[in-house]
């Protein structure tokens, strides 16, 4: 055993004196390394890791759930604000379960389960009704709590008393809530709309007008309505506003459409547009025929008169008067005669269409409009990659927004000559297209270290096997020229007699040197 140990320190002295003072540095680096590695993984694998248990806490509740986790032993830890608890990972679900079954944490305010434990009998119409509206500010409190940016909320609710009296005038109800938002949080106008329909919508018979919202910095919160323009604005931002939003819709539909067809990357989209901001107000008072093709109205009554005669008729005759009192020149009577009479006479009422018009007349209609595309080629090299039938086809595409875009007053006036001036498509190559970069993953830095110590590890065992083996093909090689090393035997051993020394040297002659132990034995033979 001490000659095995000896001959491995031996060899051990042998191959750190061989190595060189760069070589020798490095191994000691690399120890000193790994072992301040292992140390410091030794002692993030026995630290704790803690999670959060329950965020958005009350002070009371926060208290509550902290006395309940020392009682039992177990470590937690509080944020400064008190509103987050922390434990260790490894048992924030079996914590989570447990605590939820004995009640916790526990918000000292009242929800719909209140109804199960507070209910009975004896129960009185006021009391139900004290319980019903804190359940619903609770319930509402809650919902709140879920938006983005908000920590907590307090929720006040007026509900209106029923009366015994009949009355025309509906009885509605009124809610004040008090945000707690995030430190630097600012909210957005479409967040308040939500939050004024939100509790709109949870209480019966509760207008948005009925809502005072803020936060809890007394900034109070106006809804706006989304089709609301603001009246501080000029007329020209207004118009201007409005006009870029038509732009904005337009050119983002035909990017969203365009570039999924050629590639997001290869379509470039420009609207220009000419809004009439032009509000008419304008009263019609139209007489037209009922049937226009003969210019006739509607008969509304129709009266015919027939009146027929047969008798004789008295001839003209006689002398003409020539009195004071007689007319000049007129026939005097004759005899009577034989003849026939009729008179048909019709009368006919017609009425006509008469049209009364109020017409108001919305502005911003769109009287021109205009379309710049640029596409680029699959190939950015090869123009000839994108072919003259897609282009034509996103011409036709383009052509057909703007039929559908503009007011069909000026439509009217246009050809499609006219159309296809206000549509351009090009196709050239995107120099000034930004690249970007990739997102590399998150990762902590743990695993680098991690990953560090084992390519130097690799490295290490690498540089050792290389050195070792041409080490040992350097002595193979010193071997091989060294003479033949005669075997002499061992002193301590017994001496063999002369018959088996001449035998184990004929063996060795026989295995190492066949030809002259043939020699030797014919030589034998021929003596014989």
Do not use: C
Request: no cysteine; aromatic share 6%; charged share 30%.
């Amino acid at each position: 055993m001490n000659d095995t140990l000896t001959t491995y320190k031996n060899k051990s002295i042998e191959f750190w004196q061989s190595r060189t003072t760069k070589q020798k540095g490095l191994f000691i680096g690399s120890v000193i390394f790994v072992v301040i590695l292992l140390f410091m993984l030794m002692w993030l694998g026995s630290r704790t890791h803690y999670v959060p248990l329950y965020t958005n806490l009350t002070a009371q509740e926060t208290g509550e759930i902290k006395a309940t986790l020392d009682a039992r032993g177990i470590d937690s830890e509080v944020n400064q604000d008190g509103s987050t608890i922390r434990v260790p990972e490894v048992m924030v679900d079996d914590l989570k379960v447990e605590l939820a079954a004995e009640g916790l944490p526990r918000t000292g305010s009242i929800d719909y389960s209140s109804f199960q434990e507070n209910m009975g009998f004896g129960t009185t119409d006021k009391e139900f009704n004290v319980i019903e509206r804190a359940a619903m500010q609770t319930e509402l409190e809650k919902l709140i709590r879920n938006v983005d940016g908000v920590q907590g909320s307090q929720v006040m609710i007026t509900l209106p008393e029923e009366s015994v009296w009949l009355s025309d005038e509906e009885q509605t109800a009124s809610a004040s809530i008090v945000l707690n938002l995030s430190p630097g949080y600012a909210m957005e106008q479409e967040q308040v709309r939500a939050l004024y329909h939100l509790v709109s919508k949870s209480i019966p018979n509760l207008p948005i007008e009925n809502i005072v919202l803020m936060d809890q910095m007394s900034r109070h919160f106006e809804y706006e309505d989304e089709m609301q323009i603001d009246s501080t604005l000029s007329a020209y931002e207004q118009h201007r506003r409005i006009q870029k939003e038509i732009e904005s819709d337009i050119q983002r539909q035909l990017q969203q459409m365009l570039g999924t067809m050629m590639g997001p990357d290869k379509v470039l989209v420009t609207v220009s547009t000419d809004i009439d901001f032009t509000k008419e107000n304008r009263e019609e008072q139209l007489v037209t025929p009922v049937d226009e093709e003969n210019m006739e109205g509607l008969a509304v009554s129709v009266e015919r008169v027939t009146e027929t005669f047969t008798g004789d008729e008295f001839e003209e005759g006689g002398i003409a008067g020539t009195g004071e009192e007689d007319i000049p020149g007129f026939p005097g009577a004759g005899s009577a005669g034989s003849g026939d009479y009729e008179r048909i006479e019709e009368r006919i009422n017609n009425d006509v269409n008469r049209i009364h018009r109020e017409i108001v007349e919305s502005p911003y209609q769109v009287m021109d409009l205009g379309i710049q595309v640029m596409v680029e080629p699959p190939n950015p090299e090869d123009p000839l990659s994108l072919p003259q039938e897609r282009i034509d086809d996103i011409q036709q595409i383009l052509g057909q927004i703007v039929r559908t875009s503009v007011s069909n007053d000026v439509l009217a006036q246009w050809d499609d000559a006219d159309i296809n001036d206000r549509v351009f498509v090009s196709s050239q190559t995107f120099n000034g297209k930004p690249e970007l970069d990739q997102a590399q993953p998150a990762s902590t830095w743990w695993y680098w270290l991690v990953g560090l110590l084992g390519l130097t590890i690799l490295l290490l065992i690498f540089l050792l096997l290389r050195k070792s083996k041409s080490k040992k093909e350097e002595e193979e090689t010193v071997i091989s020229d060294e003479p033949p090393m005669f075997d002499i035997p061992d002193v301590n051993k017994e001496r063999d007699t002369e018959e088996k020394a001449r035998r184990r040297q004929l063996e060795k002659m026989a295995k190492e040197k066949p030809e002259e132990f043939s020699k030797l034995v014919r030589s034998w033979l021929s003596e014989d």
